[in-house]
Structure formats: structure tokens, C-alpha cells
């Protein structure tokens, strides 16, 4: 299947810093990727679709002006968590499709803590 | 918006036993998709199910969609303790494309 990498894996930062979430599509071109919140024993929460080449849609209770989204290639999405807080912390995932194909392949998530 | 709601939260069996999850929607669904993560992973993509009745199986895994649409379940025939992780259906068909997952059912097996 498709492979979506996510980097950084993990991440710590201090309250008030901002932090940036890649998520790449190695071997195909995704025009759409989307970005999920995910806390501890609970489901993904869909935060916002990221479009190649507009702006990202976010879904009502989802700050645009703290979670930026950029989606300037075919093959890279980011997401920055902006003057990040302790509420913030959480595990953040990515997905991509491929044309044609409806399933959705996750990046491995970043599971970002802010001290 | 859509909606769907899966039962039960958490399961633990004896590994051997079989395990069963469900997803409900109030409405009729298009699809419905299946997905596995393993604690500390990323969702992993099982199946796809789009047709009424339809029943799929993946060697120990069986997936059915309700004459309806409007439910699914996921069995697992005699566990094992790879089978570990939180299972999670999701509609698909979204006006761009994404998932609107449920809650997720966390199964653990004890050896």
C-alpha cells in the first residue's frame, strides 16, 4: 500500500513555542491529506483537510489561527502548533488518499508534549 | 453530521474466546471502513465494505454490513495476542474525502 511518512515522531516543547508536524507521501501524489487529533483512549478527531495548493478547511472548534496547516506540494502537508500549551498535548496523525482509491493511509503520528 | 456509534468500549477475552465489535448510524450509510491500531501505532486499514449484506472475511476475521446499511460489525474467531489494539469502523464519504471514525473498541487478550 501507499506509504505516508510523519516526522517527528515524538516531540517536547516548552509552553508558548511552536512546533511543526510533516506529513509526506513517499510513493504517490496526495491532493488531499488530512490532519486528526487523537487524545489518550479516545478516537481520532478530524481537526482540518489540507488541499494542495489552497487553504486548509478546518472543522468547527479547531483554531486556524493556532494550528496552521500548509500544504504546498503534492507529497507534503505540515502542521505548526503555534505558542503551543500544555492542552495541546496530544497524538497527532495524518492521512492521505490516492486517486481513485478510498481507503486512507496514516502517517505513524506524532505524539507531541508540551511542558 | 454523520454519526456513528460502536460497542463496546473495551473487551477483554481469554485468548482463544472470539470478539465481536459493532458500529451503528442512525442513518444509511455509503460505506463503511475498518481500521486496527496497535497501542502506540496508527490506524491500519482492514476493509472496506459497501454493499448491503455484505459479508468479508480476512482469514480469523469476519466483516459484515447490515441488510440496511446502517450497521456493521467486525468477529474475530479465537483471538490471539497479536490481535491486541483498539478497533475502529468509519464512514468514508465525506464531501472531501474524510474518515469519520467511532469511538473505537480496545481489545485485550489475555494469554
Known amino acids: 500500500g501507499a506509504v505516508v511518512s510523519q516526522h517527528p515522531s515524538r516531540v517536547i516543547c516548552k509552553s508558548g513555542t511552536s512546533v511543526k508536524i510533516e506529513c509526506r507521501s513517499l510513493d504517490f501524489q496526495a491532493t488531499t491529506m488530512f490532519w486528526y487529533r487523537q487524545f489518550p483512549k479516545q478516537s481520532l478527531m478530524l481537526m482540518a483537510t489540507s488541499n494542495e495548493g489552497s487553504k486548509a478547511t478546518y472543522e468547527q472548534g479547531v483554531e486556524k489561527d493556532k494550528f496552521l496547516i500548509n500544504?504546498?506540494?503534492?507529497?507534503?502537508?505540515?502542521?505548526t502548533v503555534t505558542s503551543a500549551h500544555p492542552e495541546d498535548s496530544s497524538f497527532y496523525i495524518c492521512s492521505a488518499?490516492?486517486?481513485?482509491?478510498?481507503?486512507?493511509?496514516?502517517?505513524?503520528?506524532?505524539?507531541?508534549?508540551?511542558? | 453530521?454523520?454519526?456513528?456509534?460502536?460497542?463496546?468500549?473495551?473487551?477483554?477475552?481469554?485468548?482463544?474466546?472470539?470478539?465481536?465489535?459493532?458500529?451503528?448510524?442512525?442513518?444509511?450509510?455509503?460505506n463503511i471502513q475498518w481500521y486496527k491500531?496497535?497501542?502506540?501505532?496508527?490506524?491500519?486499514?482492514?476493509?472496506?465494505?459497501?454493499?448491503?449484506?455484505?459479508?468479508?472475511?480476512?482469514k480469523r476475521l469476519t466483516f459484515q454490513f447490515g441488510e440496511a446499511k446502517k450497521n456493521s460489525s467486525l468477529h474475530i474467531t479465537a483471538t490471539q495476542?497479536?490481535?491486541?489494539?483498539?478497533?475502529?469502523?468509519?464512514?468514508?464519504?465525506?464531501?472531501?474525502?474524510?474518515l469519520i471514525f467511532g469511538k473505537g473498541t480496545k481489545l485485550s487478550v489475555k494469554p
Open chain 2, 1 to 30: 453530521g454523520q454519526q456513528v456509534m460502536q460497542i463496546p468500549q473495551y473487551q477483554h477475552v481469554q485468548e482463544g474466546e472470539d470478539f465481536t465489535t459493532y458500529c451503528n448510524s442512525s442513518t444509511t450509510l455509503s
Open chain 2, 81 to 98: 495476542t497479536t490481535d491486541v489494539g483498539t478497533y475502529f469502523c468509519a464512514l468514508g464519504g465525506g464531501s472531501q474525502g474524510n
Open chain 1, 71 to 79: 500544504h504546498a506540494s503534492l507529497t507534503l502537508s505540515t502542521l
Open chain 2, 37 to 58: 491500531q496497535r497501542p502506540g501505532g496508527h490506524p491500519v486499514f482492514l476493509i472496506q465494505l459497501v454493499k448491503s449484506g455484505e459479508v468479508k472475511k480476512q
Open chain 1, 97 to 115: 488518499l490516492t486517486g481513485g482509491v478510498t481507503e486512507a493511509f496514516f502517517g505513524q503520528g506524532t505524539r507531541l508534549t508540551v511542558v
